[in-house]
């Protein structure tokens, strides 16, 4: 679902850049990690990827009703002090059987990290029925999910312009 946003964002979407970054390489959550005020590399470069976005678009199937442990684990370092995730926009797609429980519970955890998650429209996807939303290779090819995709992105794209305005 993600590479389908990045698509959308190359292709068919002014002024909005989606960047895929990677989650499954961060240590373990461990404040003795953290040393002289200094996280680890690999988490510092997330930590700035994140700095640097205007806003921040999740992907997580349902885990056990809530997101995936990679997913809570960057979340967690990126709300070491100082969170790097106050006052970014976001948004949340699932491509799964379910989904929806975890979104839920991202919005929960986002209340606490000063996230401000779009209300509308929400994207949960059923990958696997009806058959035919993605090709062999994985790529998403079902126009009516790319449009639902699309609006959702736009969507995010002017909530953050909305917010920056403000600030």
Known sequence: MVD?????????????????VETALLPMLNTDLE??????????EFRQKILEADCCLFASPDYNYSVTPILKNALDWGSRPPNVWAGKTAAAVSAVGGGRRAQYHLRQIGVFLDLHFINKPEFYMNAHRPPGKFNADGDLVDPETKDNLKEMLLSLQAFTLRIQEKC
């Open 4 to 20: 389908a946003a990045i698509e959308l964002s190359k292709e068919q979407i002014e002024g909005l850049h989606v960047e895929y």
């Open 35 to 44: 040393v002289d005020g200094k996280f680890p590399a690999e988490v510092e």
